[in-house]
């Protein structure tokens, strides 16, 4: 196919060098070119001869067409065959009609050597004089194109600089917009220097302020901006002046009607450093005020001028924050950053209006909002009041993680006027800890730091509140209440902040702070290590005499910096506290700091058109092995359980193929897996209900076991996956109805009540089913009904024997199971970061010990109630309620960092402790297990167990 | 060419709106409103002013309808149906589609209450509504061949808007009534920088600036929180569109955000059936609706439960919207009724109430005793909150929108006298545009703008398309808006691109008018160039001249110089140079050139342009003869006058 194509372009070509080198090229022949230079198997030669040709053409033509389709092609070689480019930079400039009466083709030419000479990483070198002559050709696109590329050549500064001054007086939108966008550029590069021309871009670009077109009007801020912050740094004896006047001609643009333009001009004013006091306030009122009338009458400006002038600024930034456009809003809320510092009476006007801001529906703005908040308290401009506090308490219990992370560094920085307000904040704090557990560690930080910024209001609060904390009359500790655990934390900064103070803070609060601190010390990664702060407490708790400069705490500003510990400083806290066993604890610690809360966003994946395909093709593939487990329910009957059990097994190896998290349908193949265990676990009940069968073989215990089995395999089954149809429920519960049956078949079962009662209830759970989705009963229900009904008005279940229910197992048949739709399987990872056998977690023996636990829930709503469950080795166990609203809003994948105390630590060197994660079931028995402090119901665990290594610090 | 324009209701007033304004030989009646207030021929406008006859499709050409609101909306069926008016009428789809409710709702109370005589009836409104024409925004409509309309958004209420209109080369944009700062579900009035020869605006709020809207918002969501927070009802009484949606909106946000889980309740069917029109009419709601609107129609409120009369003693707290908006009756009044006596829950009233309403008696002082009726006496121990939101635009809204638009003229409308007045005032002050506020039945002329057509010569198209541009230097001073500027800065560079100036219209009797080069002016007229110059001829005190030539001199020639013409013409230009510093001051030897100026020697006994002047010594007294050509005139007084003070002996 080249071939052909080469041989039918290589004629023309051969045809042309040789016989007509006068003849003009036609259109059709440089057509045929491109496919040439395009091929990379091209030989050399045919290209150079091409090349040749072309520029003959370019020497030759006359016609425009002709001309423009052989720079084109010219371009095209340079670009494919680097080592011409050289010659066709050459060929253009020498034959290129640069000079000829058509300025397109001089632009086509000199793009081609523009973008031949970046290649190269240089300039082209083009006299002022032409360029500027081509400016001024009749070309309207042409001309904004020149301008637009202005910089690819190396043209003076002057003289761009009057070419674009001078275009901004064009009739044509774009070209004007263009050259502002070029004087922009200008003030970058920085060439500009003389004051007459500096002032003079600024005052053209301030004209184009009130320009027709919006594209104009918002590059005209931009310009305005620029050169204006030039003016005023090239002009030091009237800086004041002149960046008042910017000041007022950006406001002037802040009502403007297009939304582009306001965006600009807020972001401009955000970059204002110096601005007179009476014109900032003015921003804020949209009342002409006071202030601004008295500079009138100081002769100012004249009357009529004034008024306009006033107006023109009054109540810009309000208007900014309430825009219609989150994007103004957002901008306008940012520009209050660098004002904000210019004047503390300014800021104090502000901070009301940033304070109303956190009502804004855009969740953008508000934290634009907060991020100026913060930027405020960094420079102490921030003065909170009361009037504040609804709306700032309401930002730390908001719903949303990032807002309330926000809020609480702000907080770290803010100084409070008195301690009512004080209270407010640590009772905010308090709460959003109740609400929001899994923010421990940021409270927490926020606590100490206004506590260390605070001292004497937490010594007077904590000297209140002390009875709180202390345990209570039987000796427990209520540490695991988020409350005492807060006061803790907040009690412990106050020696911190004033040496003196140390002795008003009762010395057993520092002791029973110990007890916490795991979780303290997460939390202020940012100021001291854990050994650090464990020396800090017991030092305090021992003595009351204390002093804060004996530790070398760092000054870290805890809002604006990434938090970060260098090795060298935990050795210095170390040095200077002088306890040497610590030293040995070194690795374990760093490994504990360098743990950090993480804050996951949850990212919805999209689902994307191929893996729909995929999860047609899985879902396929189970139903297949689904519809096999039908054919063999007879050989289960038969009493064939051994080759059933093969059967099964070979059905799972089927299955291993799609154990991987198989493009979204890996809900569809866990249940698939479960439903053949369960199979399997009937298939060898049912061997013992044989007739044939003699059971002296086995063990009498061995049926009870097996179905316990079949009981958690059914109960998973039914419990774990969302999505199921009401029919595929039906069937589960037929399952569980089979099992119950099969147990009260049993003489020798020994809690043939419970049976009895979970049968009952499975049934009425079917009937409602039934009910509810107009599905007829199966045989084997409808028996199951008839044989509970006569044993109810029979009066007491002892009377029925295991006969009549083993009457029922003859009507029952298994359906197929037919998978339709998306399955998601409900299941939970639980990681230990950091943690194994040679990195144990460290615990002080009777004390509770906080395990950092990242957890991941998938499909779980957030009704649910989840549970961790902690064994140690001698199977003493302890369950910790984990609440799910606290973490984010319910959706497909959750993720999040839990610290789960554990409270009975033994006293042993180390012990290991086996996690799992746990849903409590809401049909099962309540009266089926009870734990004190556990979970009423049954659990079905949701993840593998997992050992978690502690040792203590000795 | 005039424009003129008829107030019939609505000036300086508050109540009907409608004008009609004639300009070209249309005639447009903008709103036809009705005024609640009275119950007699006053309600309506007086349509009889537009034609004696009754004719009224002969008088007008279209009807232009802003807003569904009664006062201009209410009195078109009476108008149509009655007066029998049959010309095109224009309104949005939204007005189209939510006015009939409206209207219906009005009839039933004035005829079921109050057992008035019904104005019009069920079938007029229908009937009416099928003459309307809807429009969309932004949408260019031709009514005629020369009359063009064209919708914008105005903000207000679901489907306001202002409307353009266009009739040859004259513009004009009547408001209607508009908000120029956004609320929740509404967005802030949005229109095109037009030519306009006038512009007829509301004036509901001329005198009031509001604040910022944040601070009533979170005023009244921390009275509601603070009320269910302490278990208490909130009673909100609203009218069905409007309010009632934009406070659900800020409250549904807020529950979100603080994670409540107090129940929201919508009364009844007419705002459930409000809400359903909000949720189509998305493309007319604020920019923040509209954004969320791929994800989620914010007008599906997530928290909002229906409401039946079985839950008003039904004890925990809850937020219930209810209407009628001033607890005049209904099911607002029934709920008050049963929740004031009770000093935990709330009722917020709107920002206005119509006298004699429950809701007007709140809110003149906190009263703890209201009288139902002759009976029954209520005991009101709850808390009260008034809201201050309101869809008009403020002054300074109002200013805005007249800044934006620049139009030649304003015509205040809707307003109430004393306020428009001030506004009046501010508008010519501040803006330099002539202002009316015309009472009812008054008529304004105002004058319009007429284009003439002119065809181009080729030389002056071929010169505009080539850029032109000069720079020259000018004063500060001549800047107008820069008054913090200092006005001893320096002259700062200013560009003139000439292509357009060097244009003349030429217009000659009989034929079209033609623009044309300058260039080609005096071919095109046949003429020839005729140029004016001036001279000037003043006599020069030669002693001075001596005194100054040897104190310039001495140091450096002590041999004193010949008195004769060169010597004297190289004082006066060592003088001038000195003098004018900027200048470009020329040495010829006979004469001296500063750009046209020519200063020589009068060697004539009789000047034509000499001063007589009989004190001078002639034989000490030199004469000075100037000419200059008009364009130099400011400088050729400046030279003349350094020259002559050579006469006052300062130098």
Not at chain 1, 573 to 584: K, W
Not at chain 1, 912 to 924: H, N, T
Request: with cysteine; hydrophobic share 40%; aromatic share 8%.
């Amino acid at each position: 196919m080249a071939q052909h194509v080469l041989s039918t372009c290589e004629q023309p070509l051969s045809s042309l060098s040789a016989n007509l080198p006068e003849e003009p090229l036609s259109t059709k022949t440089l057509a045929s070119f491109i496919s040439l230079i395009i091929v990379p198997s091209t030989p050399e030669a045919t290209i150079s001869s091409i090349f040749e040709t072309l520029t003959r053409s370019l020497q030759l033509s006359r016609d425009p067409v002709v001309l423009h389709q052989t720079l084109k092609l010219l371009s095209d070689i340079a670009s494919h065959r680097p080592n011409l480019s050289r010659l066709v930079s050459d060929s253009v400039r020498t034959h290129s009609p640069l000079s000829s009466e058509s300025t397109r083709l001089a632009a086509e030419s000199l793009d081609v050597l523009a973008s031949i000479a970046e290649r190269d990483g240089t300039l082209v070198e083009l006299d002022d004089r032409s360029f500027v002559s081509l400016c001024f050709g009749p070309s309207v696109s042409i001309r904004s194109w020149l301008l637009r590329n202005a910089e690819r050549f190396s043209i003076g500064p002057y003289v761009l600089l009057t070419l674009f001054l001078g275009f901004t007086k064009d009739p044509y939108p774009y070209v004007r917009k263009i050259s502002l966008d070029g004087l922009v550029g200008l003030s970058k590069a920085g060439d500009i220097e003389d004051p007459g021309m500096i002032q003079g871009c600024y005052c053209r670009a301030v004209e184009l302020l009130r320009d027709m077109e919006d594209c104009v009007r918002s590059a005209a801020v931009r310009a305005v901006s620029a050169w204006g912050l030039i003016l005023v740094a090239s002009n030091p004896e009237a800086k004041l002046h002149w960046s008042d006047d910017l000041f007022v001609k950006l406001c002037s643009m802040g009502r403007d009607m297009s939304m582009e333009v306001r965006v600009e001009a807020f972001d401009a004013l955000g970059k204002i450093q110096m601005v007179s006091e009476h014109i900032l306030l003015q921003t804020l009122s949209k009342r002409v005020l006071g202030i601004t009338k008295e500079m009138r009458s100081l002769g100012q400006c004249p009357a009529e001028q004034f008024e306009i002038l006033a107006s023109s600024m009054a109540g810009v930034l309000v208007h900014g924050l309430e825009d219609e456009f989150y994007e103004v809003r957002k901008s306008a809320c940012h520009s209050f950053r660098t004002l904000t510092i210019i004047s503390a009476e300014f800021a104090g006007k502000a901070l009301d209006l940033l304070m109303d801001v956190l009502n804004d529906d855009s969740i953008f703005v508000r934290l634009q909002a907060l991020e100026t908040m913060l930027y405020m308290a960094t420079f102490g401009h921030l003065k909170v009041q009361g009037t504040h506090m609804h709306m700032f308490l309401g930002t730390l219990t908001d719903s949303n993680m990032i807002i309330r992370s926000s809020t609480r560094k702000i907080l770290k920085l803010v100084k409070l006027p008195n301690i009512e307000l004080f209270r407010l904040f640590v009772d905010g704090l308090i709460e959003s800890l109740e609400k929001h557990p899994q923010d421990e560690a940021g409270i927490f930080s926020a606590l100490f730091h206004i506590g260390r910024n605070h001292g004497k209001f937490v010594v007077s609060i904590i000297n209140k509140v002390s009875e709180e904390v202390e345990p209570a009359s039987e000796g427990k500790l209520g540490f695991d209440s988020a409350r005492v655990a807060a006061l803790l934390v907040l009690a412990i900064s106050a020696p911190l902040s004033h040496k003196q103070l140390a002795c008003s803070i009762p010395p057993r609060i520092f002791s029973y702070a110990v007890t916490l601190l795991g979780r303290i010390s997460a939390a202020l990664t940012d100021v001291m290590s854990q050994d650090a702060l464990l020396t800090y407490l017991t030092r305090c708790s021992r003595s009351t005499r204390f002093s804060a400069t004996e530790f070398n705490f760092r000054e870290a500003d805890p809002g604006l910096h990434v938090i970060d510990i260098p090795n060298s400083t935990s050795d210095e806290i170390n040095d200077t506290v002088g306890t040497p066993l610590q030293q040995e604890e070194e690795h374990g610690t760093s490994k504990l700091q360098s743990w950090t809360m993480m804050e996951t966003m949850e990212v919805a994946a999209p689902l994307v058109g191929y893996q729909l395909e995929a999860h047609h093709e899985v879902m396929e593939a189970m139903n297949l092995i689904l519809s096999k487990v039908k054919v063999i329910w007879p050989l289960i009957l038969s009493g064939f359980t051994n080759e059933v059990l093969r059967t099964l097994r070979s059905f799972k190896e089927e299955l291993a193929a799609f154990t991987s998290e198989s493009l979204g349908s890996g809900g569809a193949v866990a249940f698939t897996l479960q439903y053949l265990r369960v199979m399997k676990q009937l298939a060898k009940v049912w061997e013992h209900f044989l007739p044939a069968k003699k059971l002296c073989s086995s063990g009498i215990g061995e049926l009870d076991l097996v179905l316990g089995k079949l009981d958690i395999g059914l109960r998973e089954l039914r419990r774990r996956f969302t999505g199921l149809s009401l029919e595929q429920e039906l069937q589960i519960l037929e399952l569980i109805l089979l099992s119950c049956t099969l147990r009260l078949c049993k003489v020798e079962i020994c809690c043939h009540f419970a049976s009895l009662k979970k049968l009952s209830a499975t049934l009425s759970d079917v009937d409602s089913i039934l009910k509810s989705g107009y599905i007829e009963p199966s045989n084997f229900v409808s028996e199951v009904g008839k044989l509970l009904c006569l044993i109810g008005t029979s009066g007491s279940g002892t009377s029925c024997s295991p006969f009549l229910f083993k009457e029922l197992l003859k009507h029952f048949s298994l359906k197929q199971f037919v998978l339709c739709g998306r399955l998601d399987q409900v299941r939970a990872e639980l990681v230990v970061p950091d943690n194994d056998s040679e990195n144990p977690l460290h615990f002080v023996s009777r004390l509770p010990v906080g395990i950092p636990c990242k957890i991941t829930l998938h499909n779980i709503p957030s009704e649910n109630k989840l549970w961790l469950r902690m064994t140690t080795d001698d199977e003493s166990t302890q369950f910790v309620f984990l609440d799910l609203n606290l973490f984010g809003s319910s959706a497909e994948v959750r993720e999040f960092t839990y610290v789960v105390p554990f409270y009975r630590t033994p006293n042993a060197i180390s012990f290991a402790l086996r996690v799992c994660l746990g849903m409590e079931c809401f049909f099962e028995d309540v009266s089926c297990v009870k734990r004190y402090g556990g979970p009423e119901r049954e659990l079905t665990y949701l993840c593998q167990e997992k050992e978690v290594y502690l040792s203590m610090i000795i | 060419m005039a424009i003129e324009c008829l107030v019939l209701g609505a000036g300086q007033e508050v109540g009907k709106s409608c004008v009609v304004v004639s300009m070209n030989g249309k005639r447009i009646m903008f709103d036809c409103g009705m005024d609640m207030a009275y119950h007699d021929h006053r309600r309506h406008p007086d349509f009889s002013r537009l034609s004696q006859s009754g004719d009224f499709d002969a008088a007008l050409t279209c009807i232009v309808i802003t807003h569904f609101h009664l006062d201009h909306i209410g009195a078109l069926p009476y108008f149509t149906e009655v007066c029998g008016y049959r010309g095109p009428i224009y309104m949005t789809y939204p007005t189209k589609a939510l006015a009939p409710a409206m209207l219906e709702d009005y009839r039933k109370v004035m005829v079921e209450r109050r057992g008035e005589e019904e104005q019009f009836t069920s079938e007029h409104i229908v009937e009416c509504m099928k003459k309307v024409i809807a429009v969309d925004l932004k949408q260019t409509v031709q009514v005629d061949k020369e009359l063009q309309i064209r919708a914008y958004y105005a903000g207000h209420v679901l489907g306001a808007a202002m409307f353009y209109a266009k009739v040859g080369d004259t513009g004009i944009v009547y408001t209607g009534d508009y908000n120029m700062t956004p609320d929740r579900h509404l967005g802030a009035a949005q229109i095109d920088r037009l030519q306009l020869d006038l512009l007829i605006t509301e004036s509901t709020y001329a005198t009031t600036i509001r604040d910022s809207k944040y601070s009533r918002e979170r005023e009244f969501l921390k009275a509601v929180h603070n009320c269910v927070a302490g278990g208490g009802k909130v009673l909100i009484p609203t009218f069905a569109l409007g309010r009632a949606q934009e406070l659900c909106i800020l409250l549904e946000d807020y529950w979100e955000r603080v994670n409540l889980k107090v129940p929201i309740y919508f009364s009844s069917g007419l705002t459930m059936q409000a809400n359903t029109y909000y949720q189509m009419l998305i493309s007319w709601t604020s920019q923040k609706v509209k954004e969320t609107y791929s994800t989620r129609n914010a007008f599906d409120f997530k928290h909002v439960l229906n409401f039946d009369r079985s839950m008003i003693a039904a004890p925990g707290p809850c937020v219930l919207f209810a209407t009628p908006g001033w607890i005049s009756g209904g099911f607002s009044l029934e709920v008050f009724k049963q929740w004031s006596p009770s000093e935990m829950n709330l009722v917020t009233l709107p920002g206005y109430c119509a006298a004699g309403t429950i809701g007007h008696k709140l809110m003149s002082g906190k009263p703890t005793k209201i009288d139902l009726d002759k009976d029954t006496q209520l005991d009101v121990r709850c808390q009260i909150h008034q809201l201050s939101f309101s869809p008009h635009t403020d002054a300074k809204g109002i200013m805005d929108l007249v800044k934006f638009l620049s139009p030649k003229h304003v015509i205040l409308v809707h307003g109430e006298k004393p306020k428009m007045a001030t506004l009046k005032g501010r508008i010519y002050s501040e803006l330099g545009i002539q202002c009316d506020d015309p009472a009812n039945n008054e008529t304004v002329c105002i004058p319009s703008t007429h284009y003439v057509k002119a065809g181009a010569s080729n030389t002056f198209i071929r010169s505009s398309l080539n850029p032109n541009f000069k720079f020259s230097r000018c004063s500060s001073e001549d800047e107008s808006d820069s008054c913090l500027k200092d006005r001893k800065s320096m002259p700062w560079l200013q560009v003139t691109d000439e292509r357009t100036v060097e244009g003349i219209l030429v217009e000659e009797k009989s034929k079209k008018a033609k623009v044309a080069n300058q260039d080609e002016l005096l071919l095109m007229l046949g003429e020839e160039k005729h140029e004016v110059q001036f001279a000037y001829c003043c006599p020069i005190n030669i002693g001075n001249l001596e005194e100054t030539k040897s104190k310039d001199l001495t140091s450096s020639n002590n041999v004193p110089c010949i008195s004769d013409m060169c010597s004297w013409l190289r004082m006066l230009y060592i003088k001038l140079s000195d003098q004018l510093s900027g200048g470009n001051v020329q040495d010829f030897g006979e004469h001296i050139q500063v750009e046209s100026v020519h200063v020589s020697i009068c060697q004539k006994d009789r000047c034509p342009y000499r001063i007589s002047d009989s004190s001078q010594n002639k034989s000490e007294a030199v004469f000075v003869c100037c000419t200059w050509s008009v364009a130099d005139e400011k400088l050729a007084w400046k030279i003349i006058s350094i020259l002559e003070n050579f006469n006052s002996g300062t130098y």
